[in-house]
């Protein structure tokens, strides 16, 4: 398995702002992902964080309001721009991780992020 | 794009009763996660399923790969109060991308 932190744990931000949040893996992992998941409702994928290629979007996610950097092989973080009222929802992070016998995802506390 | 409808939406049951939830899909997937999320956490991996007909264990949870690879089931016998949380079925793609499709989650209450 891996170990996987989040800063900051949760945050209140101002309308406007945009707030980074940073995940750390305890290994070294070539696939990251990083989820939304909006109160109350399941997960889903805002983008593929690769080391040593640009973040892929899954459609309605867009590179300006989420950038993303993944410099090495431990770390990522995700930017929300210009946020608003609508960002609110926890922001979560994952790494895959394959063996010739298993090929599992695991996820990160997360970070709740409130808008207002 | 690919869906995962899950059911129950949610369940109340008494301590020590077993629970049953499912999922299915129009898509086929490669492998089947089963996840649980605490209130304020990060889901946590119970179960991965990689072939077709599966049939796993993790203590009291056993889960079943479907042999079409478009549906699972998770059931947890002599449910205890931390079982209380959600449930997250999630599939993965076929192809390389490894991402993964969630359900819409079934909220666990267990009455001690």
Same mark, same amino acid.
């Given at each position: ?71 090495? !092989? ?17 922001? !979560? ?19 709740? !992020?409130?808008? !207002? | ?5 899950? #059911? ?11 629970? #049953? ?57 002599? #449910? ?16 390389? #991308? ?15």
């Amino acid at each position: 398995s891996a170990v996987i932190s989040q800063k900051p744990s949760r945050d209140i931000c101002q309308r406007g702002t945009s707030l980074t949040i940073q995940c750390q893996v305890d290994s070294q992992v070539t696939m990251m992902f990083w989820y939304r998941q909006q109160p109350g409702q399941s997960l889903t994928l805002i983008a593929t964080a690769n080391q040593g290629s640009e973040a892929t979007y899954e459609s309605g996610f867009v590179i300006d309001k989420f950038p993303i950097s993944r410099p090495n !092989l431990t770390f990522s973080t995700l930017t929300v721009s210009n946020m608003s009222p609508e960002d609110s929802s926890i922001y !979560l992070c994952s790494v895959f991780l394959a063996t010739p016998i298993y090929n599992e995802q695991f996820f990160g506390p997360g970070t709740r !992020l409130t808008v !207002l | 794009g690919q869906q995962l409808n899950q #059911s129950p939406q949610s369940m109340f049951i008494q301590e020590g009763e077993d629970v #049953s939830m499912n999922c299915t899909s129009s898509s086929i997937f490669n492998t089947w996660l089963w996840y649980k999320q605490d209130p304020g956490e990060g889901p946590v991996l119970l179960i991965a399923l990689y072939k077709a007909g599966e049939l796993t264990s993790n203590g009291r949870l056993t889960a079943q790969f479907g042999i079409t690879r478009k549906d699972s089931f998770l059931n947890i016998s002599a #449910s205890i109060p931390s079982d209380v949380g959600i449930y997250f079925c999630a599939g993965q793609s076929m192809d390389s #991308s490894y991402k993964l499709i969630f359900g819409s989650g079934t909220r666990l209450l267990v009455r001690p």
